[in-house]
C-alpha cells in the first residue's frame, strides 16, 4: 500500500516536470507553423495577381482585445498568488469575455473584407486575400483552444484547484494564452508591415 501511494506521488511529480517542457515544443511546433505560412506569404507578394490591401478596423480592435485579455489574465494570475479568489476570478471571466469578443470582431473582419470585394474562396478570391484569411483563420482556430483552456482554468478555479502554492494548471492556461496572443501581435505586424 505504502509503495502504491509512493509510485503515484512519484508519478505526479514526473508529470508537473514535464508539463512545462511539452507545452513549449508544442508552442514551438506552432511558430514553426505559422513561420511556414507568413513564408509563404512573402514568397507569393512576387505574383502579378497579387493585390494590396489594408487591414479591416476590426482586427485593430480585435489586437486590443487580445492585449487586454493578457492583462487580466495576468492580474488573475497574480491575485490567485495572493489568495485573493475573489479578484482573481473576476479577472479570468473578464479574460474569458475578452477572448470572445476578439474572436466575434475576427468574424467582423473577414466581413469587412468581403465587403470590399476581397473574398477567401471562388472566382473573385486572389492569393493575397486566401492568404490572409487563411492564416487569420489558423489562428482563431488556436485561440479556440485557448478558450476551451481558459474554460478549464475557470471551472478548476470554481473547484478550488488552484491554491497560491499550486498553480501549475492555471500557470499553464496562462502561458498557452499568452502565447496565442503574442501570436496574433506578431501577424497582425506582419500583415501592418508586409502587404
Do not use: C
Given at each position: 500500500?505504502?509503495?502504491?501511494?509512493?509510485?503515484?506521488?512519484?508519478?505526479?511529480?514526473?508529470?508537473?516536470?514535464?508539463?512545462?517542457?511539452?507545452?513549449?515544443?508544442?508552442?514551438?511546433?506552432?511558430?514553426?507553423?505559422?513561420?511556414?505560412?507568413?513564408?509563404?506569404?512573402?514568397?507569393?507578394?512576387?505574383?502579378?495577381?497579387?493585390?494590396?490591401?489594408?487591414?479591416?478596423?476590426?482586427?485593430?480592435?480585435?489586437?486590443?482585445?487580445?492585449v487586454l485579455s493578457s492583462i487580466t489574465l495576468f492580474l488573475s494570475q497574480r491575485f490567485l498568488k495572493?489568495?485573493?479568489?475573489?479578484?482573481?476570478?473576476?479577472?479570468?471571466?473578464?479574460?474569458?469575455?475578452?477572448?470572445?469578443?476578439?474572436?466575434?470582431?475576427?468574424?467582423?473582419?473577414?466581413?469587412?473584407?468581403?465587403?470590399?470585394g476581397l473574398f477567401f474562396t471562388g472566382p473573385e478570391s486572389t492569393v493575397s486575400t486566401s492568404f490572409?484569411?487563411?492564416?487569420?483563420?489558423?489562428?482563431?482556430?488556436?485561440?479556440?483552444?485557448?478558450?476551451?483552456?481558459?474554460?478549464?482554468?475557470?471551472?478548476?478555479?470554481?473547484?478550488?484547484?488552484?491554491?497560491?502554492?499550486?498553480?501549475?494548471?492555471?500557470?499553464?492556461?496562462?502561458?498557452?494564452?499568452?502565447?496565442?496572443?503574442?501570436?496574433?501581435?506578431?501577424?497582425?505586424?506582419?500583415?501592418?508591415?508586409?502587404?
Amino acid at each position: 500500500m505504502i509503495g502504491e501511494q509512493a509510485l503515484k506521488q512519484e508519478y505526479t511529480v514526473a508529470k508537473k516536470k514535464s508539463a512545462k517542457p511539452m507545452l513549449w515544443i508544442s508552442m514551438i511546433s506552432m511558430v514553426m507553423f505559422f513561420a511556414g505560412l507568413t513564408s509563404a506569404y512573402v514568397i507569393s507578394m512576387k505574383r502579378d495577381d497579387w493585390v494590396s490591401f489594408d487591414l479591416p478596423e476590426a482586427f485593430y480592435i480585435s489586437t486590443l482585445l487580445i492585449v487586454l485579455s493578457s492583462i487580466t489574465l495576468f492580474l488573475s494570475q497574480r491575485f490567485l498568488k495572493q489568495d485573493k479568489r475573489q479578484l482573481s476570478l473576476i479577472m479570468i471571466l473578464v479574460t474569458l469575455i475578452l477572448g470572445i469578443g476578439f474572436i466575434w470582431q475576427q468574424y467582423v473582419g473577414f466581413n469587412q473584407l468581403k465587403s470590399v470585394g476581397l473574398f477567401f474562396t471562388g472566382p473573385e478570391s486572389t492569393v493575397s486575400t486566401s492568404f490572409i484569411i487563411g492564416i487569420t483563420f489558423m489562428h482563431v482556430l488556436h485561440l479556440f483552444a485557448g478558450v476551451i483552456v481558459l474554460l478549464v482554468v475557470i471551472y478548476n478555479h470554481f473547484k478550488y484547484k488552484y491554491k497560491s502554492d499550486d498553480m501549475l494548471g492555471f500557470e499553464l492556461g496562462a502561458i498557452f494564452w499568452h502565447f496565442v496572443d503574442l501570436l496574433w501581435i506578431y501577424l497582425f505586424f506582419f500583415f501592418y508591415f508586409i502587404r
